[in-house]
């Protein structure tokens, strides 16, 4: 399931990686981060969800608040495995959008381009 939860996020268009402290590798869709994966097991995925969302995730067992980032609506899984696949896909699939749909309309417009000519 990692690496499939990796390859998602690549996959998604405009997505650019670092890799930051605690080999940790970032996602952003413009330069803006929606996705951090840890690299070392075990695998805690951190993402952007909406205020909804936010609170009914950090109800699950394993699911907390993400670290410095909680107050705006970012949770962190503490094993990739808390969410069935296609839940997880869906959750990272929308953190994408939450943070794309910031972006200044031209970015939004070519970002929406390259998903077509793909």
Excluded at 22 to 33: A, I, M, P, Q, T
Excluded at 75 to 97: C, I, M, R
């Amino acid at each position: 399931m990692f690496d499939h939860t990796l390859d998602l996020c690549r996959s998604l268009p405009a997505v650019s990686t670092e890799k930051k402290w605690d080999n940790e590798l970032r996602f952003f869709v413009g330069e803006k981060l929606f996705c951090m994966i840890s690299l070392d097991p075990p695998h805690r995925v951190s993402f952007k969800c909406s205020p909804t969302q936010f609170h009914q995730l950090i109800n699950r067992p394993e699911i907390v608040p993400a670290p410095h980032l909680a107050r705006y609506h970012w949770v962190q899984l503490k094993g990739e495995s808390l969410l069935p696949e296609t839940e997880l896909d869906a959750f990272l699939h929308n953190a994408y959008e939450l943070i794309k749909s910031t972006l200044p309309p031209q970015e939004q417009d070519a970002i929406n381009k390259m998903r077509m000519d793909a």
